[in-house]
């Protein structure tokens, strides 16, 4: 079992702009890819962004041109940069991996935006 651990969410106003952090307990070169989702409050867990090992990177429309996904191999450690960041942005940010055929969770960081 990998452990995935979240941070960097908060309460920002709209517009504003947060990165968040996922750092991965093994290296994440040995990863066959990790992403972001978001789930809002009544919601089901939805993908955001997603990277592979190969930094080929994958945004949703709905986050298109305003997310970034990146990693840090050295760190371990995947971001997504939020920018112009929406009301409807509010969730719970999960980061996810596969290693293995394995799916790996993270708790969490919350989101809120502001109007």
């Known amino acids: 079992q990998v452990q995935l651990v979240e941070s960097g969410g908060g309460l920002v106003q709209a517009g504003g702009s947060l990165r968040l952090s996922c750092a991965a307990s093994r290296s994440i070169l040995v990863s066959n890819h990790m992403a972001w989702y978001h789930q809002a409050p009544g919601k089901q867990r939805e993908l955001v962004a997603s990277?592979?090992?190969?930094?080929?990177?994958y945004d949703t429309d709905s986050v298109k041109g305003r997310f970034t996904i990146a990693r840090d191999n050295a760190k371990n450690t995947v971001y997504l940069q939020t920018n112009s960041l929406k009301r409807e942005d509010t969730a719970v940010y999960y980061c996810?991996?596969?290693?293995?055929?394995?799916?790996?969770w993270g708790k969490g960081t919350l989101v809120t935006v502001s109007s």
């Open positions: 990277i592979n090992s190969g930094g080929l990177a």
């Open positions: 996810g991996a596969d290693y293995n055929g394995m799916d790996n």
